[in-house]
Structure formats: C-alpha cells, structure tokens
C-alpha cells in the first residue's frame, strides 16, 4: 500500500487540539497494516510521545518477512483528523 490516508478521529475520542500519543498512532497503522499489526514477530512503532496538533511523528513497520518501511503520522492542526504518509 502506497500513498497516505486520512483518518478522521471521532470527537467523542479526540476533542479538538488534543494530541494523540504513540501507542494511538501505532494503532492507526495497525488498522491500515492489519496484517502487520496481527503477525507474530512483527513491529509497528512509533515514538513514546505524544503528537500535538499540527505535529507529527516517524514510526515504523517491520514485518518479520519482507521491506520495512517508515510511515510519517501527522495529526491536524485542529486535532481531529490523522493523516499517514507511507
């Protein structure tokens, strides 16, 4: 899978300029890599801090087998929307 996506975090989750924190992030890539997220053996991981709005972070996906890749996680400047750059 190439390109970004969008996730559009519900605001009963996420109110407006709230950072969300890496295990979320990891989680978000989770659910575009579930194949990833649901291997033995292999990792997503993003850093162990939170990202502000309008901010973003490196992560990583590791399969045990195959290219690893790294995923840019960008969240809105209003906090409500995760773009993923991969």
Do not use: K, M
């Not at 559009?8 to 890496?22: D, R, V």
Request: glycine residues 10%; aromatic residues 4%.
């Amino acid at each position: 899978v190439a390109g970004g996506a969008v996730l559009t975090l519900p605001a009963a989750l996420t109110p407006a300029s709230t950072p969300i924190s890496g295990a979320e992030a990891e989680r978000l890539l989770g659910l575009r890599y579930p194949r990833v997220w649901n291997a033995p053996h292999a990792v997503i991981a993003c850093p162990d801090r939170p990202i502000e709005p309008g901010g973003e972070a490196r992560c990583w996906i590791l399969p045990r087998v195959g290219q690893q890749r790294a995923a840019v996680v960008r969240l809105s400047p209003q906090g409500n929307a995760v773009e993923i750059d991969d």
